[in-house]
Antibody, heavy 124, light 111 residues
Framework: QVTLKESGPALVKPTQTLTLTCTFS??????????VNWIRQPPGKALEWLAR???????FYNTSLKTRLTISKDTSRNQVVLTLTNMDPVDTATYYC????????????????WGQGALVTVSS | QSGLTQPPSVSGAPGQRVTISCTGS?????????VHWYQQLPGTVPKLLIY???NRPSGVPDRFSGSKSDTSASLAITGLQAEDDADYYC???????????FGGGTKLTVL
């Protein structure tokens, strides 16, 4: 059974750095083809893809946020960590981690399992 | 533009059929990348509804169907039910962004 769960602060101040952890089970990020993503959703707004890390440690970032984002993994702990620097009130959102469906074609990139989400509010 | 465009809202009466469009470009849907759809009920996590343009995961009713053509895709829902009242998002991959992209979401209201 695949599960993912996000953890981190519920409130951060402007200019601070946000660190979120995704702890997962039911698969290993050291297995070929496994990939974990971060996606966020501001209140009442659309989903926005942020970053992805692959089993081979390849990393990909949303180009509009690339200078502020860092994604990393701890395979032994089954965790993926996302940091977002210089937080601003517009970064207030629910942050989800999601597994990319493995073993699909290179034309098929989608998310089959999602965490419950972590609401992060940016306010002084 | 590298995003996906959806109508902000659609509505229909119970039992009716509605469609939700998702318009992309030559850097995403038109490049050959598949389109996927998610349903987000109020206050819940997005749920995979359609993958690879037209495939339904186990447990998704066959009232939901998807299609793709050129640079766009559509989600059709037949026999509308009150429980279908939700937000729907399309998603694909964009080569210029080198990452996944979502549509702006469509709010389906069952009248």
């Amino acid at each position: 059974q695949v599960t993912l769960k996000e953890s981190g602060p519920a409130l951060v101040k402007p200019t601070q750095t946000l660190t979120l952890t995704c702890t997962f089970s039911g698969f290993s990020l050291s297995t070929f083809g496994m990939r974990v993503n971060w996606i966020r959703q501001p209140p009442g707004k659309a989903l926005e893809w942020l970053a992805r890390i692959d089993w081979d440690d390849d990393k990909f970032y949303n180009t509009s946020l690339k200078t502020r984002l860092t994604i990393s993994k701890d395979t032994s702990r089954n965790q993926v960590v996302l940091t977002l620097t210089n937080m601003d009130p517009v970064d207030t959102a629910t942050y989800y981690c999601a597994r990319m469906a493995p073993f699909s074609s290179s034309w098929s990139i989608f998310f089959d399992y999602w965490g419950q989400g972590a609401l992060v509010t940016v306010s002084s | 533009q590298s995003g996906l465009t959806q109508p902000p809202s659609v509505s229909g009466a119970p039992g009716q059929r509605v469609t939700i469009s998702c318009t992309g470009s030559t850097s995403n849907i038109g490049a050959g990348y598949d389109v996927h759809w998610y349903q987000q009920l109020p206050g819940t996590v997005p749920k995979l509804l359609i993958y690879d343009n037209s495939n339904r995961p186990s447990g998704v009713p066959d009232r939901f169907s998807g299609s793709k053509s050129d640079t766009s895709a559509s989600l059709a829902i037949t026999g509308l039910q009150a429980e279908d009242d939700a937000d729907y998002y399309c998603q694909s991959y964009d080569t210029s962004l080198m990452g996944s992209v979502f549509g702006g979401g469509t709010k389906l209201t069952v009248l």
